[in-house]
């Protein structure tokens, strides 16, 4: 009797930490602002039918904005649109897992909600977008028949137009799976190639009906920022060294699957969580939710081993991975409770009903307040960063030059015009020219401007 209490204290204990760990988030716009970048550039996608990068820039292939754009329309931001969409992947993703390879729904989710609490996992990033893709192409592969094979490489393909990294992230199941095919249907290897194209062509399909140079431009700026967004070899090994760590966190249930990856399933779990590891180190860039390229296939592993493990050594060998999580959830829960705060505090619709839709020139300020406050951006690069990555020395020029049309509002960081000056020249020319009517200091606080009259 006294076990079957600390049983149901238990269970109470998760559910609990669980429903508020999922309302801080659903209170929430955004979590990681990354995400509200994406949701600029869906909207310029489907609410206005401006193709990528027509409007505002980012280096993500045009799926992952269609997706963005159609979700947020549906339920906007200040629903917790984002926190929702990261729900429904889980739960999707949980219930393919039972469908398919017959796995416990309830462990599947709860893995994912509370051991993706470090990673982020409800932020709403494209990890959580393109996984059911990346789920579905190992499904399809599994299947016998020439349909099943182009259905897996037209799932990959999809993913890919998602974000590229998850190429990295299925290559080895991928890999596994050609080679399984290839000795009843070498032409299986073909199909799955093909439906991989197919899969990563349908999505750039509206170019056909837009000007070449529009298609041409997409690419070209992809190319171009990628080329200078590589990760210095510091940046790399600190990548490495931080996502080796925390794998070595989900190493002991690792360790033990090693021992009960009889069954295929548990093998291709296993082969695609390495692969996720494979990707985490490919990025280059120390971001935590990258992590979820591991964790996400993991937590297939994990309820296969709540089937097969003794109760007492499945629970030792999460004993790091708990604390982790307990740490990642309590963390969330008090950081997503001072941004709610952050965020209500600056009271974007104010800064909306100031502006309109007048085009303001971003110099170095968050893109936070052009998603919050629904404002129009005077150039593509509204990443606080983008400018210099792509002009280097030559980002003061081309500052110069977009102040010279004269724009009505320009909106800095709030640290940009204070000593030490690092584009005095900018800061000089804002000062002749423009009043300072509200500034926010806070990480995605800025100073903004408007054009004197005259």
């Known amino acids: 009797m006294v076990h079957l209490s600390a049983k149901r204290f238990l269970l109470i204990f998760i559910i609990t930490i669980s429903a508020i760990y999922i309302i801080s988030y659903l209170r929430l716009p955004f979590e ?11 909207r310029a996608l489907i609410n206005n039918h401006i193709l990528p990068y027509g409007y505002v820039f980012d280096h993500k292939p045009i799926l992952l904005y269609a ?36 796995l416990p729904f309830c462990i599947v989710w709860f893995s994912l909600l509370l051991f993706g609490a470090p990673f982020l996992i409800l932020s709403g990033n494209t990890e959580m977008v393109f996984f059911p893709f990346l789920f579905g192409s190992i499904i399809f592969l599994e299947k016998p028949g020439r349909a099943a ?13 998602i974000n590229y990294i998850s190429v990295f992230s299925i290559v080895l199941p991928a890999i596994y799976f050609a080679f399984q095919r290839a000795r009843k249907s070498p032409l299986d290897v073909f199909l799955i190639a093909l439906g991989t194209i197919i899969g990563f062509i349908v999505p750039l399909l509206p170019y ?15 190319r171009l920022y990628l080329g200078h967004y590589g990760a210095s070899s510091q940046e790399r090994l600190l990548s490495i060294e931080l996502f080796l760590l925390l794998f070595l966190c989900f190493a002991p249930i690792i360790f033990v699957s090693l021992k009960n990856c009889t069954k295929s399933p548990q093998r291709v779990a296993l082969i695609w969580t390495l692969s996720g590891v494979v990707a985490c180190c490919a990025s280059g860039h120390p971001f935590r939710h990258y992590f979820l390229l591991v964790l996400i296939p993991l937590s297939l592993l994990i309820a296969s081993q709540w ?17 982790l999580a307990g740490y990642g959830t309590i963390h969330d829960i008090s950081h997503n409770i001072r941004l709610y705060r952050r965020i209500q505090a600056m009271d974007f619709s104010a800064l909306h009903r100031m502006i309109g839709k007048t085009p303001v020139l971003n110099i170095q300020a968050s893109h936070v307040p052009f998603a919050l406050a ?11 960063h983008h400018v ?35 584009m005095p020249e900018i800061c000089a020319f804002i000062s002749e ?22």
């Open 32 to 42: 990681d602002h990354d995400t509200l970048l994406y949701v600029i550039i869906g």
């Open 67 to 102: 997706i963005y754009g159609i979700w947020t329309k549906i339920i906007p931001l200040e629903k917790g649109s984002l926190a929702l969409l990261s729900l429904v992947s889980i739960s999707l993703f949980a219930n393919m897992a039972k469908h398919f390879w017959n």
């Open 149 to 161: 094979a182009i259905a897996g490489g037209v799932s990959i393909g999809l993913a890919a137009e």
């Open 208 to 222: 056909l009906f837009v000007e070449k140079s529009v298609f041409l431009h997409y690419i070209g700026m992809q």
């Open 307 to 323: 089937k097969t493990l003794p109760l007492r050594m499945f629970w030792i060998s999460l004993a790091p991975a708990i604390l």
């Open 374 to 384: 629904d404002l129009q951006s005077q150039t593509p690069f509204l990443f606080q």
């Open 388 to 422: 210099q990555i792509l002009y280097g020395d030559n980002a003061r020029a081309w500052y110069g030059q977009e102040l010279a049309r004269a724009p009505r509002f320009v909106m800095t960081s709030p640290q940009l015009c204070m000593p030490p000056l690092d």
């Open 433 to 454: 020219r423009y009043r300072l009517v509200r500034t926010e200091n806070d990480e995605f606080g800025f100073a903004l401007y408007e054009r004197k009259p005259g």
